[in-house]
């Protein structure tokens, strides 16, 4: 049967955020949650690895969720630099970005590098966001339900459930740029990135499809009002409080 999707609201810092104005956000957020009450939509803030455990801790008990931007799919071992799930997981995460296109662009991670991360989050008990999306050039050669179906096929692994799936679909020429696909575009791709899951699940209706790439307070409402579309993956918006809240608001 499937599940109600609950709409989750995601925020990814990326490379952004030292401990005192981070502090301040979180507190900030939390005071906006604990005010409008919401139970019926979830939010989640992915700070730098090094702030998982400060904000988890500044936020515990407010409801506000902590993930993880990326994680190395072993679980230990000599990996200089990295982090792994289960390192998240005891900082105080519940869930962790795996396949972000800025990963997969600056440090290469393909698809089976991506399925393993989502792997390595379950094995730790975290719930892995999956982002996959087109560049620009692939959406002008018309291959953008080609190449988001080639992504999800690679990256998701087998044995995805509702409650062990996210997805997020940020096509990558509308990270950052103020540019969106139009809501009908972003209802087709999340249609077929559904119709994709239903052979990779049996409880594909249930997932969890989050849109991400330039989303703000006064575009929120139109883009989580398209069909399919679960919650927003908020990159620099989700560093004002303000802006994330109202996107929050209209989910
Ligand atoms: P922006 O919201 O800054 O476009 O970033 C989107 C994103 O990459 C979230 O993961």
Redesign the pocket.
């Known amino acids: 049967m499937a599940r109600a999707r609950r709409p989750l609201i995601a925020g990814?810092w990326k490379m952004n955020g030292l401990a005192s104005d981070s502090l301040a956000l979180v507190k900030e957020l939390a005071g906006g949650l604990k005010q409008a009450g919401w139970t019926d939509r979830e939010l989640l803030v992915c700070p730098p690895a090094t702030l998982v455990r400060t904000v988890a801790d500044a936020v515990k008990g407010s409801g506000l969720l902590v993930g993880g931007q990326n994680c190395h799919a072993k679980a230990s071992g000599a990996h200089t630099g990295d982090i792994s799930a289960e390192m998240l997981k005891d900082a105080g995460a519940a869930c962790v970005?795996v396949g972000?296109?800025?990963r997969r662009s600056d440090c290469g991670e393909t698809d089976a590098v991506v399925r393993a991360k989502a792997e390595a989050a379950w094995r730790a008990g975290l719930l892995p966001i999956v982002?996959i999306g087109e560049t620009l050039a692939e959406r002008e050669a018309g291959k953008t339900l080609a190449v988001l179906e080639t992504q999800l096929k690679g990256s998701v692994p087998d044995g995805a459930t509702a409650a062990r799936l996210v997805v997020?679909y940020?096509p990558v020429w509308?990270?950052?740029?103020g540019k969106t696909p139009t809501v009908a575009e972003v209802a087709a791709a999340h249609a077929h990135i559904r119709k994709v899951l239903g052979g990779l699940t049996a409880e594909a209706a249930g997932v969890r499809l989050l849109y991400?790439?330039?989303?703000k307070g006064s575009n929120a409402a139109e883009l989580l009002a398209a069909g399919d579309v679960d919650g927003a993956?908020?990159?620099?918006?989700s560093l004002n409080a303000a802006e994330f809240l109202a996107i929050a608001k209209a989910a």
């Open positions: 990814n970005i972000h296109s800025e982002c997020a940020e509308a990270i950052g740029t991400g790439g330039s989303v993956l908020v990159g620099g918006a």
